[in-house]
Structures are given as structure tokens and as C-alpha cells.
T-cell receptor, first 113, second 114 residues
Framework: DAGITQSPRHKVTETGTPVTLRCHQTENHRYMYWYRQDPGHGLRLIHYSYGVKDTDKGEVSDGYSVSRSKTEDFLLTLESATSSQTSVYFC????????????FGPGTRLTVT | AQSVTQPDIHITVSEGASLELRCNYSYGATPYLFWYVQSPGQGLQLLLKYFSGDTLVQGIKGFEAEFKRSQSSFNLRKPSVHWSDAAEYFCAVGLLQGAQKLVFGQGTRLTINP
């Protein structure tokens, strides 16, 4: 158990509304990641963080923003949700610099209607 | 661009049979290599990893994987599958340049016949 929680676990929202997903870790690891999982695409990286206030884009960052004001929390925001953002979102942490191992949270299922 | 390919979208095997899931990568150097498993409705769990050294690595739940540099492959194997092994399996590559990130394959869904 890597001490990662995600909230909410399920959410249904309407097109055009803002949505924020939260990832919380209890072990003060430096690296945190947000992925989306869609059938046929595996996991695709949205944004990642390598420290407080240090974030960067992944391969599918359009329409998403992130913030990390504390080591333990990494927030993913959909400023104006679209139906194409219906997906399962996973947060992950990287425990050690140079090891590349990542440990995943339980996921958030988001439906945009 | 770096990529990871899992050629089999879905595999069905009988309980007790052997299993091999394929993974090929495209990368300029030997990357770090990982296999993850995802049970329905769950997050991903790390099965095993390869960084360097012995090309045959052992993981949890009786799984092993072999790195073959000449084939750019990192195939996952298990001698005898159990019904509880039914899940989706993901191969991932750690990019050794720039930020500490993983690239995932599309996944292989494993079904076990009783």
C-alpha cells in the first residue's frame, strides 16, 4: 500500500462545468503523476510534478491543469469539462529519484454528460 | 519517438496452462522495463521490473519476465495460471532522458477458462 488516495472515486458532471480531482499521498514522495485510462490506449500521462510548485505537461495535457502547493497533494483540474474527458483517472507517485517505479492510486471514474 | 507495443489485445488460456504476454519497445538505449497488473475496478500493481543485470527477473504472484536486447522485448511469463490471474496487464518503459516518466503499452486483457 503506497498510501495514495484519490477523491472523489466517482463523479458525473455536465459539459462545461469545472471539475477538480485530488490525489493525496501520505509518504512525502517527490514525484506525482496524473494519467487517464481509455480502452485501447493504455495509460496516457496528462501532467506530472517533480516537487512543490514544479509541474510539467504530459502527452495529453490539453484541457487540463494541475497544481501542487503541498508535497502531499496533487490536484487535476478540468476547467470546462467535455465529453471527450470521460475517462478513468489515475494518480501515481514515484518513490525514489532514478528508480522510475510508480505506485498507483485506486482511480477516479469521471463521466461528462 | 519512444513507444511500447503489446501485440495481443486479448488472450484466453485455460487454468493450469502456461502464459506468455508479449511486449516490444522502441527506444535508443536499454530502458528501465516494468510489468503492471490491473484487476477489474482496481489501480495498477507493480509485478516486476528490470533495470540491469540478470535478464530474467522474478516478480510477485509467480510471474517472471525476460529481457532480450536483440529483440527489444520484455515478455512476461507464468508456468501455470490460476483463475485469479484474470486481469489486464501493462508493459511500461522508463525514459532515461529528461524527466522521470513511464510510457505504457496498450495493455493485454487475460481471460482464464476453467
Amino acid at each position: 500500500d503506497a498510501g495514495i488516495t484519490q477523491s472523489p472515486r466517482h463523479k458525473v458532471t455536465e459539459t462545461g462545468t469545472p471539475v477538480t480531482l485530488r490525489c493525496h499521498q501520505t509518504e512525502n514522495h517527490r514525484y506525482m503523476y496524473w494519467y487517464r485510462q481509455d480502452p485501447g490506449h493504455g495509460l496516457r500521462l496528462i501532467h506530472y510534478s517533480y516537487g512543490v510548485k514544479d509541474t510539467d505537461k504530459g502527452e495529453v495535457s490539453d484541457g487540463y491543469s494541475v497544481s501542487r502547493s503541498k508535497t502531499e497533494d496533487f490536484l487535476l483540474t478540468l476547467e470546462s469539462a467535455t465529453s471527450s474527458q470521460t475517462s478513468v483517472y489515475f494518480c501515481a507517485i514515484g518513490r525514489t529519484s532514478g528508480s522510475y517505479e510508480q505506485y498507483f492510486g485506486p482511480g477516479t471514474r469521471l463521466t461528462v454528460t | 519517438a519512444q513507444s511500447v507495443t503489446q501485440p495481443d489485445i486479448h488472450i484466453t488460456v485455460s487454468e493450469g496452462a502456461s502464459l506468455e504476454l508479449r511486449c516490444n519497445y522502441s527506444y535508443g538505449a536499454t530502458p528501465y522495463l516494468f510489468w503492471y497488473v490491473q484487476s477489474p475496478g482496481q489501480g495498477l500493481q507493480l509485478l516486476l521490473k528490470y533495470f540491469s543485470g540478470d535478464t530474467l527477473v522474478q516478480g510477485i504472484k509467480g510471474f517472471e519476465a525476460e529481457f532480450k536486447r536483440s529483440q527489444s522485448s520484455f515478455n512476461l511469463r507464468k508456468p501455470s495460471v490460476h483463475w485469479s490471474d484474470a486481469a489486464e496487464y501493462f508493459c511500461a518503459v522508463g525514459l532515461l532522458q529528461g524527466a522521470q516518466k513511464l510510457v505504457f503499452g496498450q495493455g493485454t486483457r487475460l481471460t482464464i477458462n476453467p
